[in-house]
Structures are given as structure tokens and as C-alpha cells.
């Protein structure tokens, strides 16, 4: 590598690093790339979503207030070999499962609150030991509820 410093490119593809030309024999700084992604920035947990709160949780268990673009209470259940959902007390959508449990369920809401019958649709990512990771509601492809554990 040369040893006049003019222009040397240093680093990996992800970060960029600039040395500008020296002065007298003295580097006057370096340009770091303010975009490059770090490895060591730990995942942001909580929850997301201006329209749902989290009312309970629990192992394979969640209860969530949705305040738009419906008012109901949704509640996931996967105890018990059989996964549920319920929304403001009527069962939506179950499955046993026996064999695996669905990591994405789809549903329409009831006439009691959506009598144009939107859809919604759940996504869990789940962790080591079935712990869920990330649940995330969504209604007529709006996304109202998005939790990071």
C-alpha cells in the first residue's frame, strides 16, 4: 500500500473510508460513510403502531385493542396444540397444530364490526423455544400493530 496517503480508499465494502492528502507529512482527517450499517447496533424492541395497544401478553398469547380503521379486541392463542383468533369475542379463524404452528393467518373480520368484511392478517416470527420475536396485525393491508421483542 502506498505511503503518501493521497486518496487511499480503506476498509471494507460496507464502511468507507477516505484519507485526504496529506499536509507537511501530517493526514488532516478521514470521511467515514454515514451510512454504512454497523453490526453493533443491538435490535430496537417495543411496540409500533399509533392505532393498537398491547393489553396482555404471554407464551403464545397476545391481546390487542385496535382502534383503527375498526374498534375491536383481538386475541391470538396458541396454547394448547390449537392456534385461535379472536375479534371482539368471536372466533375468526383456528387451526390445530399439531405439527407446526402458522407463522401467517389470514381472516375476515366480523359483520358485527366490518360489515364491508375486511381482511386481516396476522405475522408472528417466532425465536428459539417458540418465543415470539415479532407479531404484527394487519387490517385491509394496513399495518396497525407491530411488536419487537
Known amino acids: 500500500m502506498p505511503r503518501d496517503g493521497i486518496g487511499q ?16 507529512g501530517k493526514q488532516m482527517g478521514k470521511i467515514v460513510n454515514p451510512y454504512s450499517v454497523t453490526s453493533k447496533t443491538p435490535p430496537q ?19 390487542i385493542e385496535i382502534r383503527h380503521p375498526v374498534e375491536a379486541e383481538l386475541v391470538y392463542s396458541g396454547w394448547w396444540f390449537r392456534q385461535t383468533i379472536d375479534i371482539a369475542g368471536e372466533r ?9 404452528i402458522a407463522p401467517k393467518v389470514e381472516f375476515r373480520l366480523p359483520e358485527s364490526i366490518a360489515p364491508s ?18 407479531f404484527r396485525v394487519w387490517i385491509d393491508d ?4 407491530d411488536e419487537v421483542v
Open 9 to 24: 480508499a480503506i476498509g471494507t465494502s460496507s464502511d468507507l473510508i477516505i484519507v485526504l492528502a496529506p499536509v507537511d
Open 45 to 63: 424492541t417495543g411496540f409500533f403502531g399509533q392505532h393498537a395497544t398491547r393489553r396482555d401478553a404471554a407464551f403464545l398469547y397476545r391481546v
Open 92 to 100: 375468526v379463524w383456528s387451526q390445530i397444530s399439531w405439527l407446526s
Open 117 to 134: 368484511g375486511l381482511l386481516g392478517r396476522i405475522e408472528i416470527d417466532f425465536a428459539r423455544g417458540l418465543r415470539i420475536r415479532r
Open 142 to 145: 394496513q399495518l396497525v400493530y
